[in-house]
């Protein structure tokens, strides 16, 4: 069965999902003229606060959760295994030529990203305190195809609610039993207990949760890696040498290597900064803010803070350490090569990381279940249903294998992520009249706002733009 299930996940990711999210990065990236690269700035400053998200569609029972705890949500759903786990095997299937296609996925899928988040933005709903949307509800409020959004509702749901969610649980308890020996079954109990009581207090305390945990995590890892980095940087320039000469197959060891490398680097970017997937949206409809374009941006900036800051930090480590050709593999790989630069501090290091990570990784992918499930079947008791699964699922992750956990869910991101694409790309051209109106009252010298008499031919789609 497993021989079965690895093919069609190949067959998947090679033929279909790797050509639909380089297209659409493309198209959205010449579409919006490069959106990514000249809104930085704006990008920056939406995440300081310096915008006025009080403005246009906010109604004050709707104000609570603002643009940088949307933000946070979704961004703990990007960093997580994949920061650590998913680049170490990208590299060691891949080869290091797999970091700059990494690179290449985050520049690109920026545009995707803000693409999805705009449009999640523009058809939230209102909820009894706050928004909520995501692809399922653009599906339906949008495409006007309710029967692709509980396709994709109840996908999204089994592979990250779910799936996901199972690797998540198991990698923390492996970590925390192989460092201490303390008992699975203790550590998974401990974890259950926790979760509940984040996930029962809903989106709120959901949502500050992240907004404390993700800027800590994110910052106390880049600092190991900058201290690794500027005490060995006469390596970076082999490091880069050796990054670009394997993605070109410039040299006789890289040249064989390329197609894994350029594989292993998308796939493995898609895994870490969700781009395109479909999930991100469900954290970017929750944020009260004046203008969609607000939190596509944000959005945009979560994913060259996940790949080109976090992703690239474990992959700088791997390549300095020269263990990259070791035969060791994913989180193994990578506490190997943190323990050769810092010693043995860098094994409990890890071990707090992949906590922090991973745990982070959980509760938002939670979220985004709970979203699609709401929207799936609209009765409460099924909410309280999914938040029993998931704690069987962390109890699960003390005593599960993963390989064919990993390769259903494999497939179902891959299917998902199709849907979502087809989606965004049908529903692309509100996104550029929102950009368009966004740069037009910049240049104008206003603070952007939106009301949805501005799109008077969707006007009656639109729930939270009044």
Known sequence: MFEILNAVNDALWTYLVIAVLVGCALYFTIRSHGVQFTTFKDMIRITLGLDTPKQGSNASKHDKIGSFKAFAVSLSSRVGTGNLAGVASAIFIGGPGAVFWMWMMALLGSATAFVEATLAQLYKRRGQDAYYGGPAYYMEHGLHRRWMGVCFAIMITI?????????????MIDSVNSVFGWDKVVIGIVMTV????????????????????????AVGFILIALYIVVTNISKLPDVFNLIFTNAFGLDQAGGGMVGAAISQGMRRGLFSNEAGEGSAPNAAAIASTSHPVKQGLLQALGVFVDTLVICSCTAMIILISGLYDSGSDGIILTTKAIESEIGPIGRYFTTAAIILFAYSTLIANYYFGETNIRFACRNRWAVNGFRLLTAAIIMAGAFMSLQTVWCVVDILIGVV?????????LLS???WFLLDDYRRQKREGREPVFHRSQMPTIEKDLEAWD
Request: proline content about 2%.
């Open 159 to 171: 592979a990250l609610g779910c799936g996901t969610n199972l690797v998540q649980s198991n990698t």
């Open 194 to 217: 926790i979760t509940m009581l984040i996930v029962f207090g809903g989106i709120h305390r959901i949502s500050n949760f992240a907004s404390l945990v993700v800027p800590f995590m």
């Open 417 to 425: 992520t199709v849907f979502n694409c087809i989606a965004i790309s």
């Open 429 to 431: 051209r509100h996104a």
